[in-house]
């Protein structure tokens, strides 16, 4: 049990936290959807009631260093947690420099695995340096390290990012990379790239939102089959022209193959590394490598491979069996200390950030705790940029019935808008993103209001903040050749707000500007709203009591 606290009685109250998925306080309006959207509720939040900004990035939230963005995990992890573990990027990174990844059983088994059968690894995953999900200098470092435990053939199955790294910049990754492959395959050694696409087209689902992406990645990678092109670069570039204006993120699926036969499908007795290091994009293709009852499509054929992911993805449901190196160990999470307590949760979002709120925020773990109650609205599959409302108001909708249940002391939601929009690189589509939230908390606050309650505003990292890339010298958004703004699709670096609606207390309630606090400080915010008094291990509250 959490101590009462002796500092605060705690609100009467609910206790509410909204996080607008991809909401940045950004330093200059250039570019900015947020600044250009009319949202007379934040505004208004804003200028009346006390908020602060909160570190959302690099290693306030267990990145490697301050240069990486923040991201829906980490932010989440933190925020949930009340501490600040180091991450996926981090933890792979330091298991490939000191060597420890390639002492490990699972590697072992790759390697064996594949010396064993035809002498085959495949490496699938994002294809980039945006260290969100993955970060190519590992699967570098992994094919150079199977080439010295003498395994002879590698083949790659790249998913093309667009997303954490700039809209079209696929050829700076393929090509350099088809040049190093091509420097490596000698004596006897084979490394090729053997199949690709989109990362929002094909294998990177998430959440179950859209499992035909995952069928798509399936007859893909594993079955060869698709449009056929001689190489990666070739595909990507034949795709440019025959889709203009399609970004990276949705090129289509292709096939690399040599006279007319794909050079690399994947067969029984295959060894096959899933290198993404982040779980809720890496779940639904590792559930179909290693599920034997698995019906969500028809793999067509189901080869007996030797699989492993970089990370185990989920604690509870132990996927994958195998992972080479250690996931963040997230103990004594705000959800399970509320749940020891008594205190009753519920946690809302629409499926695309459904798994933002309880699984990331119980710590990657998708079983609840007692007296948590969830529930998903299930998002459209469409283009967001078509539909920047996203299930934005059947969110409140489901916020405000709980609410007025009166059976939740504390209740979470995500707003995926800021994030999902910010993310196509349509800056007219994000500014309506921005605005379809504001006119959310318009419907929301009133009823926490009227139930006696204060709610957190805050967000998980910044997208929305910055749409174009912003040219360093100039300091102005950067322009392509016929003139147009160049669209930023990925996460900033911005810090995220925090704002305490508290329309019962007659202002008594502030926030502290504690030096350095970051998304870690919200769970012993929320503790003491609550009553309570913060579990040991998390980071200070934030919440300031004025007397009298
Ligand atoms: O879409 C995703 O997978 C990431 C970006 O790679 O965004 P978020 O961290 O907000 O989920
Ligand atoms: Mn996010
Ligand atoms: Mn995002």
Known sequence: MLQKSAFFPGIQGPIVTIVMDGYGIAKSDVGSAIAAARKPTLDHLFANHPNITLRAHGTAVG????????????????????QVYSQGASLVAEAIASGSIWQGAAWQQIIAGAKAGRGVIHFIGLFSDGNVHSHIDHLRAMILRANEEGVPVVRIHILIDGRDVPETSALEYVLPFEAFLAEVSRDGFDARIASGGGR??????RYEANWSMVDKGWQTHVLGKGEQYESASA?????????????????????????????????????????????????????AFEEA??????????????????????????????????????????????????????????????GHVTYFWNGNRSNKFDGETYQEVSSDVVPFEQRPWMKAAEIADAMIEALQSGQYRTLRCNFANGDMVGHTGSFRAATMAIEAVDLQLARILPVVKALGGVALITADHGNADEMYEIDKKTRQP????????KAKTSHTLNPVPLILYDAVTGGKLGLRPLPGAGLSNIAATITHLLGFEKHAKWDESLLEVRQG
Request: hydrophobic content about 40%.
């Open 63 to 82: 990145m490697p260093s301050d240069e990486d963005m923040g991201n829906s995990e980490v932010g989440h992890n933190a925020i949930g947690a009340g």
């Open 200 to 205: 929002m087209n094909i294998t990177m689902d």
């Open 235 to 287: 595909a990507v570039q034949a795709l440019r022209v025959k889709f203009p204006g399609t970004i990276d993120q949705d090129l289509p699926a292709f096939v690399i193959a040599s006279d007319g036969r794909p050079v690399g499908t994947i067969e029984d007795g295959d060894s096959v590394v899933f290198f993404n290091f982040r779980g809720d994009r890496s779940i639904e293709i590792t559930r």
């Open 293 to 354: 009852g698995f019906d969500k499509f028809d793999r067509v054929r189901m080869p007996r491979v030797t699989y492993a992911g970089m990370l185990q993805y989920d604690g509870d449901l132990k996927l994958p069996k195998r992972f080479l190196v250690d996931p963040p160990a997230i103990l004594d999470t705000m959800g399970e200390w509320f749940a020891k307590s008594g205190i009753t949760q519920f946690a809302c979002s629409e499926t695309q950030k459904f």
């Open 478 to 485: 950067a322009q392509n050749p016929d003139g147009s703004f």
